[in-house]
């Protein structure tokens, strides 16, 4: 049975995307990290590895996405609340990232996002229980 999520992201900076990372209050785990990548702990089931690109492209012959002109893949974090949802991308736009919307409201999920550094889309909603819609 699958107990953990790893996510393999390419950075350009490895010590930017690290700090901007911490910065939302995700911790590194040094064991799983170098100075070609970083392992990032999202909760205890998901982690983020950040590599070089030059690291990136040890796991995959195709080349690395340019997250100025395409999307790579879009990631989404459930938060327990909506005030989570926007405290999280509050630190994220703080950390440097940026977002391309405005929260949505659509009742029984509140969502809004951001963007990294290095352009990788992150999605963060609240999904009510049903007690709560």
């Known amino acids: 049975m699958i107990n953990q999520v790893f996510l393999t992201l390419p950075v ?3 010590q930017r995307s690290v700090a901007f990372f911490t910065a939302l209050g995700f911790p590194q785990n040094p064991q799983f990290s170098d ?9 205890e089931t998901v982690s983020v590895m950040l590599g070089t690109h030059a690291k990136f492209r040890e796991f995959t012959p195709k080349a690395v996405c340019d997250t100025s002109q395409a999307v790579e893949v879009l990631i989404s974090l ?3 609340s909506r005030e989570q949802v926007d405290a999280l991308v509050a630190k994220a736009l703080a950390a440097g990232g940026s977002t391309y919307d405005t929260p949505e409201d659509l009742g029984f999920m509140y969502s809004h996002s951001f963007v990294d550094p290095d352009g990788h889309g992150w999605g963060v909603l609240h999904m009510a229980s049903p007690s709560e819609a």
């Open 78 to 80: 459930r938060c327990e």
């Open 12 to 14: 350009t900076d490895l």
């Open 35 to 43: 100075e070609t990548a970083a392992c990032i702990i999202i909760n």
